[in-house]
Structure formats: C-alpha cells, structure tokens
C-alpha cells in the first residue's frame, strides 16, 4: 500500500463573511493549496468535499460537484465526492482520500472543506446545527449541542473536582494562538477574568466556553508516495490515519462525559504509528465547547481521566510540553463546521513545514489532529510528520 | 490490491411508507444483509451510509453515525460515515467502501443506503428535490430536476427524430419487470397508451416518465478477497468500480442532452474489467426520468448516439439482448434517492446469483450498474460478476 503525503494546503480567512459565498470560499481555499503545492488543477484526480450544512442552510446538496464544478475542473470529468459526517467532515473526507489514494486507484486528491453559516441567524442557527444530534431523541425534546456540552460539564466538575477556571483556560489559551493567525475568527486575546465572566449560555458554560461558528474554507492536497518522489516534491507525511464512532445520543453513551470514539480512534491511529501521545510534538484538537478540551486531552492520552485540569495553565502553550491548537482552536480561529478538520491538518501542516510565524511550535516533528463530530458520537485522528 | 467481493444484500420494500421511519427501514435493510451474508454484526469493520436528503426533510444529519447506533453496531467503535453525491450517493457509498477495502484497511464493510420522503408533502418535496441541482443558478430560477429533463428531452427528440413513444416504452419496460419484484413500490403494468396519456408534468415528460420518489433502503456487505477465502463464503466480485463528475448545471454542458459523466465512467470502468459492453449480461441504469433510460443506454455504450429508441421494444425487455433495470428500475420499482443506488446493486447481486425468481435474466453473468447524480453531475458505474 502506498504511503500518502501532504504536499499542499491553503485556507480563507475564518469569521463573519456576509459578503462572500459557499462556492467563492471554497474555490479561494482550493487554489491556495494548488498554488502551495506547486501543482496545476488538472492533475488532481479526485475532490473530496466536506460540508456540514449547506443543504439545510441553503437548500444546495451535491457540494462534491459544486465545488469541482466551480474550481474549474468540470472539464476534466474527475470524480467528486461530499463525505459527511457532521461536524467531524472535515477530518472524515482527509481520511476517505487517504484511503483512496492507498487503494491504488489515485494518486493526486483534493480535499476541500467548506462552510456558510451567515447565511441564516439566531436561534434558526442554534436548530439547524441540533441536525448533528439525534433528531428524533436529543434535539426534539428541546437539547442543543451546547445543552449536551453543558451536563457533561456538570456532571464531569463534579465527578472529577474540577474548577470552572479549567474550562476557562482552554479559551484563553485559543485566543491567545489566534492573537497570532492571521487567518483566525478572533484575534484578540482574552483574560482568565474575561472568559469567566462571560454571558451565561448553558451553565457552567459561557460564550467564551463555546466554539465561533462562522463562514470559512481550507483546502488540502494529498499525494501518493510514488507521485511525490517522481515530482521530487516534499510533503509532510500521513503517518497513520483512524476514524471510530460512539452511541449518536450522548445519554447512551458510558458516562455522561466519555468521548470513547475519541480513545478508540487515538489508540489507533498511535499503534498505527507505532508511536506514544510523548511522541507527538503538539496537536490540534475539536474543542467545540471548552469542556471537550479538557476531555479530548485525557481520552486522546494526554492526561489521566480527571487530570487534564492540570495541563491547562503551562503544559497546553505553545511553549508547554503539549501545545494545544497552535491555530487557536474551534473558539478562536474558529468553527466553521465543514472546514474546521480540514483546517486543522491545514494548521498540522504549516506548523511542520515550519511556516507558521509568530505562532510556530518548536521542534514540531509530530501531529495530532482531532475531528469529532457532534457531542462526541465519531472521531477522526491523524498523526503527521517527517518528509 | 485486495479484490472485493459482495457477500450479502437485503433491501425494504420501497414505496409510501407512512408509518415506517428513517431508522427502522436502514436497520431492516441491514439486518437481512447481514443475515444473507452469513456474518454477524460484530464482523462488521466499518459502516458507509448513504442518504440524500434526511438533512433537510427532518434535520437529521449525521447519519452515518444515526444508521451504525440503531444497528447496534456503536458498542464496537467502528468508523461510520455518510456519502453523499445526491442522487447518486448510493452508487457512490459502495464505490467508496470498496475502495476502503482495496486500501487494506478493512475486510468487510456494510453499505446502507436509505431515504425517507414521504415526511413532507407536495410542493415542499419538489423545491427540496431541487437541492441537488445548482442552488443558485437553476433552482433560484425556477428550474427542477423534471424540468430541466424536459429541456433535454425536447433538444435530443428533435435532433434525433425521436417519437415520445420510445421514451414511454422505457418505463413500460420498467412497469413489466416490477410487476415481478414483491419489493417495487408499484407493480402494476402499463400499457403504452396508458405511458402515453398520463397527465403531463413537464412537457414531454408526463407522469408515466418520472420515477416514483418515496421510502425504502438497501444494504450490502462487502468482503476482502482474503475474507472469502478464509471463511469460504460465495460472494459476487466487483470487477470494476469507477466514476466520474460533469458540470453541475445543465447549461454549462456540452449538449443539453449530453451525460458526460456517465460516458466517462461507464469507459473507465469497462476499461478496469478489461470488457466490452457485449459482455454485459444486463444493465441496471438510473431513469429517474425515462429520457434518461435511452441517454444512458446510449453514453454507457448500448447504443450509437440517436439510437437508443431502437433498442426499447425488444432488446431492453428481459428477453431481450441487453435487459434493462430487471429490478423495476426507478420508475416502478422507485427511488427513495439515498437507497437507489444500494438497491441497484442489490438487484445485480440477487440476479448473478440467480435467486430473482420470475424476473430472472437468463444466463446472467456480469451485470453494470449506473447510479447518477441529479441531472448528470456525476455517475458511479459497477461492473459486477463471478464467484
């Protein structure tokens, strides 16, 4: 089976784009990553596109021949494809053409990564993004993905003694990566006191416990071994790739707390590698609520259950021992559904190519990046490093 | 490369089916696969949903993870995901669970396709039917999948010299073989005078030219080679799996009337299976409109460009030199989208296996199938056959 490289990457700017469209975003993202690549649009040979919402938001599925269409290769009938997988998409379609180029049957792919929240507004928003729950036990009876966020939060405080300043610190230390991309939601940081003392939104967490859902495209392009070396290119390379699922309602789920689609998918994607969670130089994980920071950082192998509240003041910098979200994570960089996996590996990617600036990770040799989809029912790792 | 076999397959009924819902008709469809194949649950590996439109009839997304959890497959974290390529997610999940297996990754996988229509009503239907055409430039105008087949309906009839009975003849054929399948959503025949006269919904198209959208799903297991061997089961190989995208919007197209992703992916995969399209024992092909039962016939090869309209009589009948959609295709058998595709090649496996009963083609030994995508945006072409 071949080995697969990143050999290209490229995003739009995250955040409150109201003048700019689904398919304008997406064909931006793409051609960054062409461009980065040093490739020409018709070498790719497959699309993948990740998209969580744009058929409930705007009525348009079939976003894998929209955005073929619209990059400009139509013309090259080249096979295009939406993978799904609600809020996790991004991450799914990274690992769907990474198993399409180890079948054998491709050797150039384009993963795209696309969302347009403003679209709609308010609490039309709030019902929409519920489309990741189960509709019909979860959402219907009135629960949000925040509401659900929210009593795995109480009940892990509680469990675990753990200070509401512990979710607090997640954010800050988002913020305080963001403050350094220029590509991020939010640029500006935040205080411990400011992040405390935000507006409620379900209690314990507040607006700056949760993710800033907006508009916003990455782009990657993976390659095969055999293309990379024929092309004499350098690319970063897949080192192992995992995806695992979990009960869709968090209330069939082992504890209210547990991300098991996380453990599982981490555990494999590390034996894959043959590597341990001290093996790996920094990673991107899904922190859609600050409570998810906490637990992904003990179920990925970070921390002990219950002990992740010990990482968040030094460990978690980009100078600690594990820098979290270098990018500045779902709440400061931001989350726009579709994109937000994509743009993580994106951010893998810059950081081990060396080119991330101001917020570069020293010594990045390693990644880990993390897509989960909804509160927690699948989760898709990478582990990525070396040329 | 791992060859890929299929080891089981199972399906609903299709059709209106008020009081069934989302989740119980993919767990039906699942189980009677698993049980055909002669596995359990537990053997599955990985999960490819297919579904359409779930998120914007009842904001149900996510259902990849929706199908595995009520399948009772969530307790073994295995990776669920959803595909979809519009109407041709179904074709287009099987393509990519096959290529997960030829990655190495798994050895077996299930495939469910399924849709649930009958949730709304009317009008709303045909607006949200419409999510699979280009959302901005042909539905935002007005257009719908029926009537942008009309357009090419009219172009390729006058330039042809083709008669609207040869278009009606295709879903008599489609009438005559669902009458034999207890699971087709309508298994009344129809005369040519009835195909004829029915009531008109886009001129020429009438109602006897429109495929039956309604409720259903199908299911298939797929296996690794070494799988087959090691637990010497009897499955049907895919000797080819191929697809293939065009522009989204019909205008932009070379014809009106051209299915480029049909042509292409019909090649490519003849050209894999090292076959000629005589080799083809019969054809399960997408008429969600009948023009496109002779488009297709023509751009998969059956035919010469014009000259489809010969074929309809006879040849297409079971009996006949290339028996066309056995299964009842999407006119009478139907089309609850997410599930087509599945069911396609539900109907090849039943056939090759020679368990079809009264609808049984003769000698069938290798068998295509076409899915597609809305108006022809994309195609995912099988070719299915041996032990």
Not at 20 to 34: D, K, P, W
Not at 176 to 190: D, E, Q, V, W
Not at 289 to 316: D, P, Q, T
């Amino acid at each position: 089976m071949s080995d697969v490289y990143i050999i290209g990457a490229g995003e739009t700017k995250f955040g409150e784009l109201w003048e700019r469209s689904l398919r304008e975003l997406a064909v931006e993202a793409g051609l960054r990553a062409v461009e980065n690549a040093g490739i020409f649009s018709k070498d790719i040979q497959v699309l993948y596109g990740s998209n969580s919402l744009a058929g409930i938001i705007s009525g348009q599925e079939n976003t894998g021949d929209l955005l073929a269409d619209f990059a400009g290769i139509a013309e090259y009938h080249i096979p295009a494809i939406r993978i799904e997988a609600s809020t996790a998409s991004g991450g799914a379609a990274v690992r769907q053409a990474y198993l399409g180029i180890k079948s054998g049957e491709f050797d150039v792919a384009m993963v795209g990564g696309v969302e347009k929240m403003t679209d709609i507004f308010g609490s039309e928003l709030l019902d929409l993004t519920s489309s990741v729950l189960d509709r019909e036990w979860e959402a219907f009876f009135g629960a949000t993905p925040a509401a659900l966020a929210a009593i795995s939060a109480r009940k892990y405080m509680k469990d675990f003694n753990v200070e509401k300043e512990a979710l607090s610190m997640v954010s800050v230390n988002d913020h305080a990566n963001a403050s350094m991309n220029p590509n991020a939601h939010y640029r500006n940081r935040i205080t411990l006191e400011q992040a405390m003392k935000a507006t409620d939104i379900a209690e314990p967490l507040n607006l700056m416990d949760c993710s800033a859902m907006g508009d916003g495209a990455a782009a990657l392009i993976l390659a095969s071994e055999s293309y990379v070396k024929k092309n004499k290119l350098n690319g970063v390379k897949i080192l192992a790739s995992a995806d695992a699922q979990d009960y869709l309602a968090v209330h069939s789920r082992k504890h209210l707390y547990s991300l098991d689609s996380a453990k599982v998918a981490a555990r494999k994607a590390l034996e894959k590698a043959k590597m341990k969670n001290s093996d790996i130089s920094f990673v991107e994980l899904h922190d859609s609520y600050s409570i998810y920071g906490l637990l992904e950082l003990e179920e990925l192998g970070f921390a002990e259950r219950g002990k992740a509240k010990n990482l968040v003041y030094e460990e978690i910098s980009l100078k600690g021992s594990i820098p979290v979200n270098p990018s500045g994570g779902l709440k400061a960089k931001g989350n726009p559904l579709g994109a937000t996996g994509v743009g993580q590996i994106v951010e893998a990617y810059t950081q081990l190519k060396g080119k991330a600036g101001e917020r570069q990770v020293k010594e990045a040799k390693v990644a880990m990046t993390h897509s989960m989809g909804g509160t927690g029912s699948n989760s898709v790792v990478h582990i990525l490093g070396g040329e």
